[in-house]
């Protein structure tokens, strides 16, 4: 990374001009991926990716500059520049630089670089072999492996001074159904802050099963109803609506700038008292987890939603500055071409005490969304419109014919109000999150939960 003194003379020329607060974020990431079509390698690559980010805080706004020339002469050039926008002058010095030492929840057992490349191809050709010979109807498979081993540095002129290594790994199984003209995709894509042992024992025919069979299984479904209805949402991913609807709300990038339906909603009911909802960034291996945040802040357990009560934001340090409250310890980017904010980890509803058959059991009728798809968010007003991936009818208390084409049509607030059953079954998905600071890994969860008269979009034959 950088010597001491080169960053502490870094962080002294960004504040020669009086900005109240300075920062260097120094990033070196080293990835590899590998993609099969049709069992075929078509894509084996390494990148390695490195710079350098300065923040400075003139009050309550910032300035952000970053290089990938790491030389001495040219980042203080680039701090002395970002310096240049601060209008306020006053003497600031820096404090000195104490190393802070953090628990590493995420350990590294077999590192990535002693895995030969051909026994992970061999991994994803099983996958896309026992979907091919799953059904006749599948007609293609797709198979993606990635690690990344990121080293970081977080400094600043309140003394933090922070190093992390970063280790995740991924992989993607998809199979293509096709009849007639139309064709169905289905998906599973695990991922761990681990290091290769994540694959210990991992079903990867399993794998190529299932998306087989649900791929088929959607082809030949009907079109699913519209209107106001009843739905139960699966476990795991099923948690992206809580995420996308609610949690980005509850961030302090909006809540800040009120520009968040919850952001004067600290300690009132905004869900029905059965919802407790979590944001943990200190899960050990998780895809979302981080031994520091992204500002040399340790991670937290937030409790956001306690019994129906909103009872935390997720907050950054500049954000907290404008709110008036502390870091939650919840500073992310996704690399130092991106200044922080504030983003969740692994988010999720936390479990119930039903199960998914009596939840099933006590809905007349509606949907049942078993896997969820991507959507669109508006934070400000927490309206969304999301996509059901798989998805079946739910008739006189049983599950019945799978649809297709159904998508979940509301508003964050209402959909929170209308949970009023929680399954025992909890489960995550793991994503990659956009916003503001860039796209970064983060796990949604849930039990299998119903929610109460939600507009359902769909179609007729």
């Not at 990033?27 to 049709?38: A, C, S």
């Not at 289905?186 to 025919?205: H, K, L, S, V, W």
Request: hydrophobic content about 40%; glycine content about 12%; proline content about 3%.
């Amino acid at each position: 990374m950088l010597d001491k003194n080169l960053v502490a003379d870094v962080l002294t020329a960004a504040l020669s001009t009086g900005a109240s607060f300075a920062e260097v974020f120094v990033e070196n990431t080293v990835n590899n991926n590998i993609v099969l079509v049709n069992n075929v390698v078509e894509q084996a690559n390494s990148g390695i990716e490195h710079g350098v980010g300065i923040r400075i805080f003139d009050g309550l706004n910032a300035v952000y500059a970053f290089t990938n020339n790491m030389s001495r002469d040219n980042l203080l050039r680039v701090a002395k520049q970002a310096a240049g926008a601060v209008k306020e002058r006053k003497n600031t010095k820096a404090a000195d630089l104490v190393v802070l030492n953090f628990d590493n929840i995420s350990p590294m057992k077999v590192p990535y670089n002693t895995i030969p490349k051909n026994q992970i191809v061999d991994m994803l050709r099983v996958a896309g072999k026992a979907s091919m010979e799953a059904d006749t109807q599948i007609t293609g498979t797709r198979g993606q492996y990635l690690d990344v081993v990121t080293n970081v540095l977080v400094a600043n002129s309140e003394g933090v001074w922070g190093e992390d290594v970063r280790n995740r790994t991924r992989v993607s199984v998809s199979a293509v159904a096709s009849s007639a003209g139309e064709k169905q995709t289905a998906t599973r894509n695990p991922g761990a802050q681990q290091g290769f042992e994540f694959y210990d024992g991992m079903d990867f025919a399993g794998l190529g099963r299932d998306c087989a069979k649900e791929a088929v299984t959607m082809l030949h479904a009907g079109y699913a109803p519209s209107g106001k209805m009843d739905v139960v949402i699966g476990n795991g991913f099923g948690g992206v609506i809580f995420h996308e609807a609610c949690g980005h709300s509850l961030e302090a990038t909006g809540v800040a700038k009120k520009a968040s339906e919850f952001w004067d909603k600290k300690g009132t009911q905004i869900a029905n008292p059965i919802v407790n909802a979590i944001d943990d960034g200190t899960t050990p291996g998780a895809w979302g987890s981080q031994n520091m945040d992204d500002e040399g802040g340790k991670p937290r357990r937030n409790v956001l939603i306690k019994d129906g009560m909103l009872n935390t934001f997720l907050i950054d340090k500049l954000n907290g500055l404008r709110m008036g409250e502390e870091s939650t310890g919840s500073g992310r980017r996704q690399n130092y071409r991106f200044a922080p904010t504030s983003r969740m980890t692994n988010t999720y509803i936390d479990s119930g005490n039903s199960t998914l058959n009596e939840i099933i059991s006590a809905t007349e009728y509606g949907i049942y969304a078993k896997r969820m798809g991507g959507g669109s968010v508006t934070p400000a007003t927490g309206e969304f419109n999301f996509a059901v991936l798989e998805s079946y009818m739910i008739r006189n208390g049983k599950i019945a014919e799978p649809v297709r084409g159904a998508s979940l049509i509301g508003r964050g607030s209402e959909v929170l109000m209308n949970i009023d059953m929680i399954g025992n079954d909890m489960d995550h998905g793991q994503g990659m999150c956009g916003s503001v600071s860039g796209s970064i890994p983060a796990n949604c969860g849930q039990p299998s939960l119903r929610v109460k008269n939600i507009l359902v979009g769909g179609r007729s034959e």
